[in-house]
């Protein structure tokens, strides 16, 4: 059984128009989705700002109101715990928020922060709280020290091995993680995402790891997502997405990958310029008339994309 069976999930935000404040229409955020991640695995959910991305996370650890579609978690269907607190799911699933500082409350102290799910969901004595704080937070690289300080105190990629920390709490067995390095420059960004592999290992955690750029998740996944206008364009392995993408948004994301190497960057340049001309003549046939993302259909048992 799958960890986690997302269903043709929709998910909708009412526009109000007129003096009555009626919805008028919709912002289709998703527009029917389905995936699956299995105990242990890596999923990659890739696409440009305003995608959905954040979305789908929020669904998945109850944040957000369903339209249509389901969410099963071992099974079971979750969305009946939506807005509530503290049921087992909710335990087995954490988030790492995009926006890690404001996640973090700034007049709290680390040891409260990341004490604070234990506080939540276990009767520990103070004692054994600051033991599990300090352990919890030797797993992210910092020492005991950093408990009485404040969020204000530390580095970017600091606050982020925090939130980690706090994630990791109450040894959950899927972490949304939503672009959890993108405000981190490039060597702190390896840090962090070897963190996160680190932690994977030892609790033999599931990932649905988010982010805009397909670079970062490259060594990441097992599995990859490619979201487009609240719709899937591509999904696949690494092998199939990397090495064989077929639909031209995915092709555009691949093409925008930075490379490191600076006697490669007039190359990139150029690839980025034909697959950007190459969007724009194809455009037509990769989407309907309306702009849509048609449905995905199977090449292979992994690789499935969108095209009529
Ligand atoms: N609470 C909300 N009310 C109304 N519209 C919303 C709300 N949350 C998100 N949206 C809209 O839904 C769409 C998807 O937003 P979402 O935050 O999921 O995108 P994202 O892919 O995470 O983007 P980014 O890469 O910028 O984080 C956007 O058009 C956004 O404006
Ligand atoms: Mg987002």
Same mark, same amino acid.
């Given at each position: 059984m799958p960890l986690l069976e997302v269903k043709d999930l929709k998910v909708y935000f009412p526009i109000k128009g007129g003096i009555l404040a009626r919805t008028v229409d919709h912002v289709k955020a998703v527009d029917g989705v389905s995936f699956i991640i299995e105990p242990g695995q890596t999923v990659g959910l890739i696409g440009e700002s305003g995608s959905g991305k954040s979305t789908i996370g929020k669904s998945v650890v109850g944040l957000a109101k369903l339209y249509g579609g389901s969410i099963l978690y071992n099974g079971e269907d979750i969305t009946k715990y939506i807005g509530k607190n503290r049921s087992s799911y909710r335990r087995g699933v954490q988030m790492i928020f995009q926006d890690v500082y404001s996640s973090l409350d700034p007049k709290r102290r680390v040891l409260d922060l990341v004490a604070e799910p234990l506080r939540n969901f276990e009767k520990l004595t103070r004692a054994e709280e600051r033991k599990k704080v300090d352990e919890l937070l030797a797993i992210v690289g910092l020492g005991p020290e950093n408990a009485m300080k404040y969020p204000h105190e530390f580095s970017g990629g600091q606050r982020q091995r925090i939130g980690i920390a706090r994630a990791v709490a109450l040894r959950p067995k899927l972490i949304i993680a939503d672009e959890p390095v993108s405000a981190l420059d490039l060597s702190v960004q390896a840090q962090v995402l070897n963190y996160l592999k680190i932690i994977q290992q030892e609790f033999r955690l599931a990932y649905l790891f988010i982010s805009h750029d397909l670079g970062v998740v490259r060594f990441m996944c097992d599995h990859l997502l490619i979201m487009h206008r609240g719709r899937f364009v591509e999904t696949g392995n690494r092998q199939d997405v990397y090495e064989d993408a077929r639909h031209i948004y995915t092709r555009q994301l691949i093409a925008a990958i930075p490379d490191p190497d600076p006697d490669? $960057?007039? @190359?990139?340049? %150029? *690839?980025? !310029?034909?697959?950007? &001309? @190459?969007? !724009?003549? *194809?455009?037509?046939?990769?989407? =309907?008339? !309306?702009?849509?993302v048609f449905d995905? &259909? $199977? *090449? =292979? !048992? %992994?690789?499935?994309?969108? *095209?009529?």
């Amino acid at each position: 059984m799958p960890l986690l069976e997302v269903k043709d999930l929709k998910v909708y935000f009412p526009i109000k128009g007129g003096i009555l404040a009626r919805t008028v229409d919709h912002v289709k955020a998703v527009d029917g989705v389905s995936f699956i991640i299995e105990p242990g695995q890596t999923v990659g959910l890739i696409g440009e700002s305003g995608s959905g991305k954040s979305t789908i996370g929020k669904s998945v650890v109850g944040l957000a109101k369903l339209y249509g579609g389901s969410i099963l978690y071992n099974g079971e269907d979750i969305t009946k715990y939506i807005g509530k607190n503290r049921s087992s799911y909710r335990r087995g699933v954490q988030m790492i928020f995009q926006d890690v500082y404001s996640s973090l409350d700034p007049k709290r102290r680390v040891l409260d922060l990341v004490a604070e799910p234990l506080r939540n969901f276990e009767k520990l004595t103070r004692a054994e709280e600051r033991k599990k704080v300090d352990e919890l937070l030797a797993i992210v690289g910092l020492g005991p020290e950093n408990a009485m300080k404040y969020p204000h105190e530390f580095s970017g990629g600091q606050r982020q091995r925090i939130g980690i920390a706090r994630a990791v709490a109450l040894r959950p067995k899927l972490i949304i993680a939503d672009e959890p390095v993108s405000a981190l420059d490039l060597s702190v960004q390896a840090q962090v995402l070897n963190y996160l592999k680190i932690i994977q290992q030892e609790f033999r955690l599931a990932y649905l790891f988010i982010s805009h750029d397909l670079g970062v998740v490259r060594f990441m996944c097992d599995h990859l997502l490619i979201m487009h206008r609240g719709r899937f364009v591509e999904t696949g392995n690494r092998q199939d997405v990397y090495e064989d993408a077929r639909h031209i948004y995915t092709r555009q994301l691949i093409a925008a990958i930075p490379d490191p190497d600076p006697d490669m $960057k007039d @190359e990139k340049r %150029t *690839l980025r !310029d034909r697959v950007g &001309k @190459e969007y !724009d003549d *194809l455009k037509d046939k990769h989407y =309907s008339e !309306d702009g849509r993302v048609f449905d995905l &259909k $199977k *090449l =292979s !048992d %992994t690789h499935c994309v969108a *095209l009529p």
